[in-house]
């Protein structure tokens, strides 16, 4: 936003001009703020779309200014702003899945029928390596999967690059992980069945009343 000012003093002359990104904004902005009220005075605001006029007289002998340069550069200043990748570093784009890192074979989903708490820990624990590379912002343990994925997402595309590197042929609870960047297609969630769901639930009341029966002989002794 450009507010106008007047040539000398620098005193405000009341109105401003507002450049949008996309020609849509304006007929919103007209609808939103025309007549509405700014500040503690009763002086409504109007808004209108701007009007260009030619100042002087067209001659048409003048040769026109050479703006394809300055079209190029607008029109590469809207494709970067409306591309869905990323800059990571220089000219290098890069997509925003690439934050993101897959590891498999990180645990076998059978485990969790026996204890759940072991998904908490096991992302707790993936979570903690993963903060000493840079900014974690989501642990996702695929618990049903059968290749035992979990999936990462990094700040920063660096980071994720690190923990590939970090986690790429590492052992984990008896188990050799494989890490890559994720493919930004590729869906981990597998739905449960209704029969998964029963044995899940049974397995885990089950866990529940042993964790109670141990309390109460704890209590006793």
């Known amino acids: 936003a450009v507010v106008s000012t007047q040539s000398t003093g620098g005193n405000f002359k009341g109105d401003a001009k507002v450049c949008y990104f996309k020609k849509e904004s304006i007929e919103l902005a007209m609808r939103l703020m025309n007549g509405i009220k700014l500040g503690t005075g009763n002086t409504k605001v109007k808004v209108e779309p701007a009007k260009f006029e030619l100042k002087g007289e067209f001659d048409p002998k003048l040769k026109p200014k050479k703006r394809n340069n300055n079209k190029k550069k607008k029109k590469n200043r ?3 702003l409306l591309d869905w990748r990323e800059r990571a570093g220089g000219q290098d784009l890069r997509e925003k899945h690439a934050k993101i890192v897959i590891l498999h074979h990180c645990f ?4 969790f029928l026996e204890d759940a708490c072991q998904i908490i820990e096991i992302r707790d624990d ?3 390596e993963c903060e000493k590379l840079g900014p974690t912002k989501k642990v996702i343990i695929f618990d049903r999967h059968p290749q035992g994925v979990v999936s990462i997402k990094f700040g920063t595309h660096e980071a994720a690059d690190e923990a590939v590197k970090l986690f790429h042929n590492r052992w984990f609870g008896g ?3 494989k ?3 994720w493919d930004g297609v590729t869906d981990y969630a ?4 209704e029969g998964e769901r029963e044995a ?3 397995s885990w009341h089950k ?7 141990e309390e109460k002989v704890a209590e006793k002794v």
Request: proline share 3%.
């Open 175 to 177: 188990k050799q992980i």
């Open 200 to 202: 899940r639930l049974a």
């Open 190 to 193: 597998i739905e449960e069945t």
């Open 108 to 111: 076998d989903p059978n485990e």
């Open 126 to 128: 993936i979570r903690e």
């Open 78 to 80: 809207q494709d970067n």
């Open 179 to 181: 890490a890559a960047l």
């Open 207 to 213: 866990f529940i009343e042993g964790d109670e029966s």
